[in-house]
């Protein structure tokens, strides 16, 4: 358990009350950086579960952009979808390799 002072706070962190203050930059660049790196996951990945779950996670990252209201910039959704276009590229390229690997 993690124990912070905090003008005389000794509540563990869980327990104590915060205001957490995002700035619209930042869950534009949140939102980015997720997918790019579930992008470079599903690169990675070794079998179909495994690219599957990071092609999903990319897709969740595009349909948060999709929330008007939530200060996403137009140039974030742009960002997501080409993300979102690449890894459908990855993801389909990937199945038709392994189709043409497995055994008839």
Request: glycine share 6%; aromatic share 4%.
């Amino acid at each position: 358990m993690v124990m912070i002072q905090h003008k005389g706070n000794d509540l563990p962190l869980n327990e104590q009350e915060r205001e957490v203050m995002m700035s619209e930059s930042d869950i534009n660049n949140i939102l980015v950086n997720g997918a790019q790196i579930s992008l470079t996951k599903l690169r990675r990945a070794r079998n179909t579960d495994a690219r599957l779950c990071y092609y999903a996670e990319i897709g969740v990252y595009l349909e948060v952009s999709l929330s008007r209201g939530a200060g996403i910039t137009e140039e974030t959704m742009n960002a997501l979808q080409e993300i979102h276009r690449v890894a459908t590229h990855e993801y389909m390229e990937g199945q038709k390799l392994k189709r043409k690997a497995a055994p008839v």
